[in-house]
């Protein structure tokens, strides 16, 4: 759960054991585990969070770690076998929490401040917490698509469809007025084929985008509006995916690929292409949209992994890691960076005036030289290179049992990398 880029769900959401403001809890807890609270506060520092943990009996870092093991409904579960709250109990809990006014200055300033800069002329906003639900509301609903991209059609943040939460940021971006050159709805012909299979009006999903910008509950909205089947979303994920130009679009598709990136050969679907031309118009490496190139690729000074981290140092700076991790937090570029004698933090930074792996590999040339034996030997070590320990090893059987268990020929870190990059990105 990042909250840099999303607020956590309304504290009047139920949906965590019934309880007013454990859902919120529940992403920011979520989001203090993987350091993405932005800035959200969590545990006993926030006012709300840490009335629930009181009366629960729970304290934060429990919490934190409960979210760590269980999802959504088997928290609930913990949350009420833990507690023993009685439905009394949380009954009367909830009705005190949602009827609390400003019982301070502090808080009743905040109120006036939110409702002067997100609500003028409101009169209906007058609970502790739903001066928190404007907060977030106004805090997050614009997208301004003029300075970055949307999310990739790949991206299945909202209810797990594929498409959406890139339409529900052209939503955004459009009744903001910060739509740059995208289309939302009618003008998409991308936008047409989702909103049909879901049927849904633009206009009710650009008002549900603008009003949930959690994913979560957005995504709750929608799957209570298109009444899909799983398989249903699976199937259409793997169209939508993979849609490849026809007789009738094949010269259009074929134009764009010219104009976008004239040498590139392997741009196959239109997804692909919209992706390459997000990236390549904002500049940008966005690894929430296709992995980093092969461990194995040695094009950038004859190294193995150097192409890769080359990808990862650059979407590192553009905020666009997505789930991969770069410099002292992966091993394996720890060990790049160590044989170059730079520093993650360097790197990153010398990236930023090197445009071209050309540009990368003369500042190497010039700045971290090695051998042609050196590197030979390198490439050896790091291809060879497995688990070590007992908790490498169960690491990686961890691992290969999520993205793929009849698998029993990955040995390498290498092997597993790329294994996870394939399975990471199919549909």
């Not at 301070?104 to 906003?125: N, S, V, W």
């Not at 940021?169 to 995208?182: F, P, T």
């Not at 979303?233 to 074929?254: G, K, S, W």
């Not at 005036?353 to 590197?375: F, G, K, R």
Request: hydrophobic share 40%; aromatic share 8%.
């Amino acid at each position: 759960m990042d909250l840099t880029r999303q607020p956590p769900r309304r504290p009047t959401n139920l949906s965590i054991a019934g309880i007013v403001g454990a859902a919120r809890m529940t992403d920011k807890a979520r989001a203090h585990n993987e350091e993405t609270l932005g800035d959200y506060i969590y545990g006993d520092t926030s006012g709300l969070d840490k009335r629930v943990l009181t009366f629960l009996a729970i304290s934060d870092d429990a919490y934190a770690e409960a979210v760590k093991e269980h999802d959504d409904s088997a928290l609930g579960q913990w949350v009420l076998e833990t507690s023993g709250k009685t439905s009394a109990e949380i009954e009367a809990f909830n009705e005190a929490a949602i009827s609390q006014l400003p019982d301070t200055d502090a808080a009743t300033q905040r109120l006036k401040d939110r409702l002067a800069q997100f609500a003028p002329g409101r009169t209906d906003i007058k609970t502790v917490l739903h001066s928190m639900e404007l907060d977030d509301w106004g805090s997050f609903w614009q997208r301004d698509l003029t300075y970055r991209p949307p999310r990739s059609a790949r991206a299945k943040d909202v209810a797990g469809i594929c498409g959406v939460a890139r339409m529900a940021d052209k939503a955004r971006a459009e009744r903001a007025g910060k739509i740059g050159e995208y289309k939302y709805g009618e003008d998409s012909g991308q936008d047409v084929r989702i909103l049909a299979f879901l049927g849904i009006a633009a206009a009710d999903f650009q008002e549900a985008a603008v009003n949930n910008p959690n994913n979560l509950e957005l995504g709750d909205w929608l799957l209570d509006n298109c009444g899909k089947s799983q398989d249903e979303i699976d199937a259409f994920n793997q169209t939508l995916v993979n849609y490849a130009p026809n007789e009738d679009t094949r010269a259009r598709f074929e134009a764009r690929c010219r104009e976008v990136a004239p040498t590139r050969t392997d741009i196959t679907t239109w997804v692909a292409l919209q992706d390459l031309d997000d990236e390549l118009s904002f500049g940008i490496v966005d690894l929430q949209r296709r992995a980093p190139r092969s461990p194995y690729n040695t094009d950038v000074y004859g190294m193995v992994q150097l192409a890769r981290l080359i990808d990862k140092g650059r979407a590192f700076n553009s905020d666009t890691l997505g789930a991969y991790f770069y410099g002292e937090d992966s091993g394996i570029d720890r060990a790049t960076l160590a044989f170059l004698g730079i520093s993650a933090a360097e790197f990153a930074e010398a990236l930023k005036t090197l445009p071209t792996d050309a540009d990368v590999e003369a500042w190497l040339q010039a700045n971290h030289s090695q051998s042609e034996a050196d590197i030979e030997a390198y490439n050896e070590r790091m291809q060879q290179m497995g688990p070590a320990t007992e908790r490498h090893k169960a690491m990686m059987a961890k691992m290969l049992n999520r993205i793929a268990p009849d698998r029993t020929d990955i040995n390498t870190w290498f092997a597993l990398m790329l294994l996870d990059d394939e399975k990471t990105f199919a549909l």
